[in-house]
């Protein structure tokens, strides 16, 4: 008889997800993904001004803050056309750049390598030999049998306290650990290396945005001026602590997260085969040279990939209403139109008012609304977003980088191109990303350096700034790549308000259920894709995929109580 595991909730992730796995005997043959909590930040945005949302947006989730408030203030310059000085496009770059490499290592070290690495094995480590294997990856100047031996002694401290603290929520001892105690020990080092350079590198973001999390943008620009002679604005010093930043990021990524990656990857070929689910891939492209205005200039283009088909990318249209649309036929909301309408987010809805059955606690009603998702699609496809589609749409368009990186590491593991498409593929590709972009770091930098000394200090547009200016009818949409994907929000603006607001994350892509016609979302057809269980009492096989993708349930899901009312009201002054 065919059995359901029920994985809920998903640790070491923001927010709330339940995964739950139809098993037929120890191979999963469907599963099904449910965001279990509400968010509403839309109809908070509805009649507010149009040049304030970047603040209410960036708390749709506490960890993907930046990249929320640069889509709003995107969606409000698109819908207004309003073009910004280079030089916020470059300390945007900057700021967006620095999010992706910051988050890209903690989701690494501090979230997924826990499903590779089994920390109470670094207890039978042997510190030289640790040196030994650290030292042959790369120069990073941790790595003597002294300093491993000072983290191992650190380690048993954890475990003879009796609990593993920060390094809870895992299962230790599990047979589908198969790296030996001296990759855990170094692993399990860096991890707590990591924590310290997280720190240091988030302050990219106070400098140019005053903060972090939450740094302040500004439709128009940035709301950083740049003076030389200045203390109160971007001055030379600051400018050489972001080179520092810069650097450290640098060093970081090529001598620790990259090596790393690949070293723990080959014990784990055998993932290059599985977790792949839809092999269709999306991105809007981001990292403009020229302003939002030209999609030619950005780094990473825009485009879709169906089937697999790298010889072929099509184009997309972010304001067409047949090309992006969400469906609610297995969510817990309602259209006008009905559970099986789509609805582009310019027509978007974000209704409370569902009256179905409610939330089971003990299995999902999977032919019934089960989660508080909605199911995006891409004329019709569902698609998988993120790291993954942006290396797959690099390499599929030529970039140099790119396509050195990815044969490297198919060398390096002695894999075929195949293995991209698989959850191995995914963890593989956001390390590549992370170096891709670290490296595009310096010459965003560089030219904000060059622009500066050429006299150029210009970083915000006042042009239609003031309401007056604007037409009684616009409508605009703000897209980029966050760390976890496509992300856009569409803005529409009647008499210099908000009238309607919809935001489609990246996990809403890759976590929605299934559709009208009973498509899977990203999550559901990874699963179904070649996973067997050990242990359906320890599903670490369910983690490592579900992982891979880095999900941001706090994103995606759009607050109320379990009777639909209002929880708090936010009065702005």
Same mark, same amino acid.
């Given at each position: 008889?065919?059995?359901?595991?029920?994985?809920?909730?998903?640790?070491?992730?923001?927010?709330?997800?339940?995964?739950?796995?139809?098993?037929?005997?120890?191979?999963?043959?469907?599963?099904?993904?449910?965001?279990?909590?509400?968010?509403?930040?839309?109809?908070?945005?509805?009649?507010?001004?149009?040049?304030?949302?970047?603040?209410?947006?960036?708390?749709?989730?506490?960890?993907?803050?930046?990249?929320?408030?640069?889509?709003?203030?995107?969606? /409000?310059?698109? *819908? #207004? =056309?309003?073009?910004?000085?280079?030089? %916020?496009? @470059?300390?945007?770059? &900057?700021?967006?750049?620095?999010?992706?490499?910051?988050?890209?290592?903690?989701?690494?070290?501090?979230?997924?390598?826990?499903?590779?690495?089994? /920390?109470?094995? *670094? #207890? =039978?480590?042997?510190?030289?030999?640790? %040196?030994? @294997?650290?030292?042959? &990856?790369?120069?990073?100047?941790?790595?003597?049998?002294?300093?491993?031996?000072?983290?191992?002694?650190?380690?048993?401290?954890?475990?003879?306290?009796?609990?593993?603290?920060?390094?809870?929520?895992?299962?230790?001892?599990?047979?589908?650990?198969?790296?030996?105690?001296?990759?855990?020990?170094?692993?399990?080092?860096?991890?707590?290396?990591?924590?310290?350079?997280?720190?240091?590198?988030?302050?990219?973001?106070?400098?140019?945005?005053?903060?972090?999390?939450?740094?302040?943008?500004?439709?128009?620009?940035?709301?950083?001026?740049?003076?030389?002679?200045?203390?109160?604005?971007?001055?030379?010093?600051?400018?050489?602590?972001?080179?520092?930043?810069?650097?450290?990021?640098?060093?970081?990524?090529?001598?620790?997260?990259?090596?790393?990656?690949?070293?723990?990857?080959?014990?784990?070929?055998?993932?290059?085969?599985?977790?792949?689910?839809?092999?269709?891939?999306?991105?809007?492209?981001?990292?403009?040279?020229?302003?939002?205005?030209?999609?030619?200039?950005?780094?990473?283009?825009?485009?879709?990939?169906?089937?697999?088909?790298?010889?072929?990318?099509?184009?997309?249209?972010?304001?067409?209403?047949?090309?992006?649309?969400?469906?609610?036929?297995?969510?817990?909301?309602?259209?006008?139109?009905?559970?099986?309408?789509?609805?582009?987010?310019?027509?978007?809805?974000?209704?409370?008012?569902?009256?179905?059955?409610?939330?089971?606690?003990?299995?999902?009603?999977?032919?019934?609304?089960?989660?508080?998702?909605?199911?995006?699609?891409?004329?019709?496809?569902?698609?998988?977003?993120?790291?993954?589609?942006?290396?797959?749409?690099?390499?599929?368009?030529?970039?140099?980088?790119?396509?050195?990186?990815?044969?490297?590491?198919?060398?390096?593991?002695?894999?075929?191109?195949?293995?991209?498409?698989?959850?191995?593929?995914?963890?593989?590709?956001?390390?590549?990303?992370?170096?891709?972009?670290?490296?595009?770091?310096?010459?965003?930098?560089?030219?904000?350096?060059?622009?500066?000394?050429?006299?150029?200090?210009?970083?915000?547009?006042?042009?239609?700034?003031?309401?007056?200016?604007?037409?009684?009818?616009?409508?605009?949409?703000?897209?980029?790549?966050?760390?976890?994907?496509?992300?856009?929000?569409?803005?529409?603006?009647?008499?210099?308000?908000?009238?309607?607001?919809?935001?489609?994350?990246?996990?809403?892509?890759?976590?929605?259920?299934?559709?009208?016609?009973?498509?899977?979302?990203?999550?559901?057809?990874?699963?179904?894709?070649?996973?067997?269980?050990?242990?359906?009492?320890?599903?670490?096989?369910?983690?490592?995929?579900?992982?891979?993708?880095?999900?941001?349930?706090?994103?995606?899901?759009?607050?109320?109580?379990?009777?639909?009312?209002?929880?708090?009201?936010?009065?702005?002054?």
């Amino acid at each position: 008889m065919s059995k359901r595991v029920v994985v809920d909730p998903i640790t070491r992730i923001e927010g709330h997800l339940r995964i739950e796995a139809q098993m037929n005997g120890d191979r999963i043959e469907s599963a099904w993904s449910s965001g279990t909590m509400v968010r509403g930040i839309e109809i908070i945005l509805q009649g507010r001004d149009p040049r304030d949302p970047w603040a209410f947006a960036q708390r749709i989730c506490g960890v993907c803050t930046l990249v929320h408030g640069l889509a709003s203030i995107r969606a /409000v310059e698109n *819908a #207004l =056309d309003y073009k910004i000085p280079d030089n %916020a496009v @470059l300390i945007r770059n &900057l700021m967006n750049g620095a999010q992706h490499i910051h988050d890209h290592v903690m989701h690494f070290y501090h979230l997924h390598a826990l499903d590779w690495v089994d /920390v109470v094995s *670094a #207890l =039978d480590a042997d510190p030289k030999a640790t %040196a030994e @294997l650290a030292q042959s &990856l790369s120069s990073w100047p941790k790595s003597s049998p002294g300093y491993f031996a000072d983290m191992k002694k650190k380690l048993k401290g954890f475990v003879d306290g009796g609990q593993l603290g920060i390094f809870a929520n895992a299962y230790w001892g599990h047979p589908a650990y198969k790296l030996p105690p001296e990759a855990n020990l170094m692993a399990v080092s860096h991890y707590l290396e990591a924590l310290s350079w997280q720190r240091d590198v988030a302050r990219l973001h106070t400098i140019f945005g005053g903060k972090n999390p939450h740094p302040n943008f500004v439709v128009g620009g940035v709301p950083c001026a740049i003076d030389l002679n200045s203390d109160s604005a971007i001055n030379a010093k600051r400018l050489a602590q972001v080179q520092d930043i810069i650097t450290q990021m640098q060093t970081f990524v090529e001598q620790v997260y990259l090596p790393e990656t690949l070293a723990i990857a080959s014990f784990y070929k055998d993932w290059a085969s599985r977790g792949e689910g839809l092999g269709n891939f999306l991105t809007y492209g981001d990292f403009p040279a020229n302003g939002m205005q030209d999609p030619s200039g950005f780094m990473i283009p825009g485009g879709a990939i169906l089937n697999r088909d790298l010889g072929t990318i099509h184009d997309i249209d972010m304001n067409a209403a047949d090309e992006i649309q969400e469906y609610v036929s297995h969510s817990w909301y309602e259209y006008e139109a009905g559970k099986n309408a789509g609805l582009h987010p310019y027509a978007g809805e974000t209704t409370l008012d569902y009256t179905g059955p409610e939330p089971p606690y003990e299995q999902l009603e999977v032919e019934e609304p089960y989660s508080w998702m909605e199911s995006p699609r891409w004329r019709g496809h569902a698609m998988e977003v993120g790291p993954l589609a942006r290396v797959l749409m690099l390499y599929a368009s030529g970039h140099e980088q790119t396509r050195e990186l990815v044969g490297m590491t198919l060398k390096k593991l002695d894999v075929p191109v195949d293995a991209l498409f698989s959850t191995l593929g995914r963890t593989a590709a956001r390390t590549l990303e992370t170096k891709i972009i670290a490296d595009a770091m310096q010459g965003w930098f560089d030219d904000l350096i060059a622009n500066i000394k050429a006299g150029n200090t210009r970083t915000f547009n006042e042009v239609l700034w003031e309401p007056s200016s604007w037409p009684n009818k616009a409508q605009g949409v703000g897209f980029m790549e966050a760390p976890r994907g496509a992300l856009a929000h569409w803005i529409v603006i009647n008499n210099e308000k908000i009238e309607n607001y919809q935001a489609v994350v990246p996990s809403t892509w890759n976590a929605g259920p299934r559709d009208a016609t009973g498509q899977p979302g990203a999550y559901e057809a990874a699963l179904a894709d070649n996973h067997t269980l050990h242990d359906p009492k320890q599903p670490i096989e369910i983690l490592r995929t579900i992982h891979s993708f880095d999900p941001c349930i706090a994103c995606a899901v759009h607050i109320t109580d379990p009777d639909g009312e209002e929880l708090i009201s936010v009065k702005a002054v």
